[in-house]
């Protein structure tokens, strides 16, 4: 706004109109400044003639950061860098943000200076303010901006600067060595990584490492890799700085399970003989054992004192620690358990009274192979029927209709030995005794412990009729002694008394 002493009007220019942005250059007539205007200029409002007036143009500061280096040291303040604002009107002030937050001057840690410098020539400010910071470890990657404000036509404006970063250099103060493993638990055949890092910035970028029974240290990059360990792996490791100024230690433990099974393999023994077995195992910890047979895991540890057929089969020792995971040990013990044939014949007669049923019982293994063999007149009325092999045990057998007496023979042989047992049987007419079939392993050990009972009861009975006859043999022995002092006692009584009685007859 500009008064002429020709007219005394109010020149009003639109604020649109006024405003020129950037660095747009109106005609300049000789000896004006390029906030003078032509007759040309538009936006003469109120006026009825032209006259010469004073058009004010604002031009934008562009503020940016000026970094003096890229990092700093944690020393005293120092020369962070600039803010400058080249080249605008009209003049603003500068202020300092870091992540977000004004700069407010602190002595020995912020100090900050502003300088402003006008051009005559074209009388645009240019705005320098330099930043002088201690910084911390925490300033490390923390961003500068500076904004500078100035007022316009519309009033108070603001313009940012675009961030920069600059890194904080610090030493080493702390040295740490970590166990990187595919499992928390490290077990015989992992692989293992060490890693050593320093807390400085830079960190650094080699390390000495230290594995058990060696004196010299490692030198390598931050990791030192170990494949497939055993345990004797287990130990103390150690990584420090390459000045071995800074070490840190850790402790790994390579764990592992050894199991030993006693026999193992596929073992053939004889019925009836004893096969001590044995399980054991060494750990780095408590480990728990169990066994299997046949897919079904046992109750107890086997124990074989006399063999049997049902003792055959497939047996797992299996061990594992619970805590390692994958850490597990199994052996096998495949038994076989052979025996000649034994034979055992049954006959008994049908329901129908019109045939009889043979039956041969055989145990052995191999399973022997059984034939049969009559002696004498009469037919086979059915081939022969085998019942299921089951722990070494198997039943053969054929129904008949004897017209007379005839000897059947069962035939059993297997790779070790050839057994021949016969039995007679009667004609269908003649009434005979049938032998029952052979119970149950089952039937057999009930039958076996009430035989027991039943002669442990009678023991018992025996012991305490004789200790009852002692008793009373030793009883009528002393009765007698006591019969016989009595009757002495009673005898002096009666001499005792005759004497006295002649006594007083003599002195009458």
């Not at 420090?240 to 023994?269: N, R």
């Not at 009325?381 to 209709?401: D, L, M």
């Not at 009975?461 to 008793?471: D, K, M, N, T």
């Amino acid at each position: 706004m500009l008064r002429t002493p020709e007219l005394h009007a109010i020149l009003q220019v639109r604020s649109h109109e006024s405003r020129v942005k950037g660095q747009e250059h109106l005609p300049r007539p000789a000896g004006h400044t390029p906030f003078d205007a032509a007759q040309n200029t538009v936006g003469l409002l109120g006026c009825k003639r032209t006259l010469p007036a004073h058009v004010h143009v604002f031009i934008n500061p562009h503020p940016q950061v000026l970094l003096h280096r890229a990092a700093l040291n944690l020393l005293p303040t120092q020369s962070l860098g600039e803010c400058i604002a080249r080249d605008s009107y009209p003049e603003g002030n500068v202020t300092w943000y870091k992540n977000g937050r004004v700069l407010q001057p602190m002595e020995e840690v912020v100090v900050i200076n502003l300088q402003k410098i006008v051009d005559k020539s074209t009388e645009l400010f240019t705005m320098t303010s330099s930043l002088q910071y201690k910084p911390t470890k925490e300033d490390a990657n923390a961003k500068f901006t500076c904004i500078v404000t100035y007022y316009g036509p519309s009033g108070q404006k603001t313009i940012q600067s675009e961030p920069v970063v600059f890194d904080v250099h610090y030493p080493t103060e702390k040295v740490t060595i970590q166990v990187l493993s595919q499992s928390s638990m490290v077990k015989e055949g992992d692989n293992i990584t060490l890693k050593c890092s320093g807390n400085g910035n830079p960190p650094p970028q080699e390390f000495l490492f230290y594995i058990p029974g060696e004196t010299e240290g490692i030198r390598s990059l931050d990791t030192y890799v170990m494949t497939d360990v055993r345990r004797n792996a287990t130990g103390e490791y150690k990584c420090a700085l390459t000045d071995k100024s800074m070490m840190d230690s850790t402790t790994i433990t390579v764990h592992y399970l050894d199991l030993q099974l006693t026999p193992s393999g596929e073992v053939t023994k004889q019925i009836g003989e004893a096969l001590p077995v044995s399980c054991t195992i060494s750990s780095s910890r408590n480990a728990t054992v169990f066994w299997i047979k046949d897919n079904t895991r046992m109750q107890t540890t086997p124990s074989f004192s006399s063999l049997q057929y049902q003792d055959a089969g497939n047996y797992i020792c299996e061990t594992t620690l619970q805590e390692v995971e994958g850490l597990k040990k199994r052996k096998t013990l495949k038994l076989i358990v052979e025996g000649k044939p034994q034979i055992k014949m049954t006959k008994k007669t049908n329901t129908n009274k019109m045939s009889k049923t043979i039956v041969c019982h055989v145990e052995g293994f191999p399973k022997p192979a059984v034939q049969w063999t009559v002696t004498g007149t009469g037919s086979i009325i059915n081939k022969t029927e085998e019942t299921k092999y089951v722990n070494g045990k198997f039943s053969s057998k054929i129904v008949i209709a004897p017209e007379e007496n005839v000897t059947l023979t069962c035939i059993a042989e297997n790779e070790l030995e050839r057994t021949v047992t016969s039995l007679n049987v009667s004609a269908i007419n003649i009434p005979e005794y049938d032998e029952p079939e052979d119970r149950n392993d089952d039937n057999s050990e009930k039958v076996n412990d009430q035989a027991k009972l039943i002669v442990g009861i009678v023991v018992g009975l025996l012991l305490a009729a004789l200790v009852a006859g002692i008793v009373y043999w030793l009883y009528v022995k002393k009765s007698k002694t006591a019969s016989k002092h009595v009757d002495k006692d009673l005898g002096n009584i009666e001499e005792n008394k005759k004497l006295e009685e002649n006594n007083h007859k003599s002195e009458t």
